[in-house]
């Protein structure tokens, strides 16, 4: 079993994230990240500009941010973001722990700003997604990170 097989799952049961979302997404992700690239993070989140085009799953690893949207019509999976963490500029992120949530922002090598809304729950989880963000984010960040503080 590959790095990326074995810290999915994990990652997912943190998060809280099914194991039929998961499943759904699995063959869309593994064509996105790298075999030996591990899962830092994995989430459902929402657009900030846009709340009702659908249902996203956010996926963190060392070296990609992926994105995926599942349609509310028809249920399709479509990729929305495949980026790796160097070609991603301007990334911020805005913790309120009285929303239980975290806005992710980000600006693709296309220019385009993506804003996304990572809800957690539980205003203590807010801060563990805070240190995972940072952890990633900053710069001379450390290359490795385990799932065990995602959200």
Not at 47 to 59: I, M, T, W
Not at 117 to 142: E, M, S, T
Request: one cysteine or more; charged letters at 25%; proline letters at 5%.
């Amino acid at each position: 079993m590959d790095v990326f097989s074995q810290t999915l799952p994990p990652a997912a049961v943190v998060a809280g994230v099914s194991v039929t979302t998961v499943g759904r997404h699995l063959a869309s992700l593994r064509r996105c990240v790298e075999s030996g690239d591990a899962v830092v993070l994995v989430t459902r989140c929402t657009r900030v500009d846009r709340p009702a085009q659908g249902d996203y799953l956010l996926l963190l690893t060392h070296q990609r941010l992926v994105v995926m949207r599942r349609t509310r019509l028809l249920r399709r999976l479509r990729l929305h973001l495949n980026a790796e963490l160097r070609h991603l500029t301007n990334v911020t992120w805005n913790p309120d722990p009285h929303l239980s949530g975290v806005e992710l922002a980000a600006t693709a090598i296309d220019g385009i700003r993506e804003r996304f809304l990572i809800r957690v729950g539980d205003p203590k989880r807010v801060w563990q997604l805070d240190a995972v963000l940072n952890h990633r984010f900053r710069p001379g960040a450390a290359t490795r990170i385990g799932p065990a503080l995602a959200t």
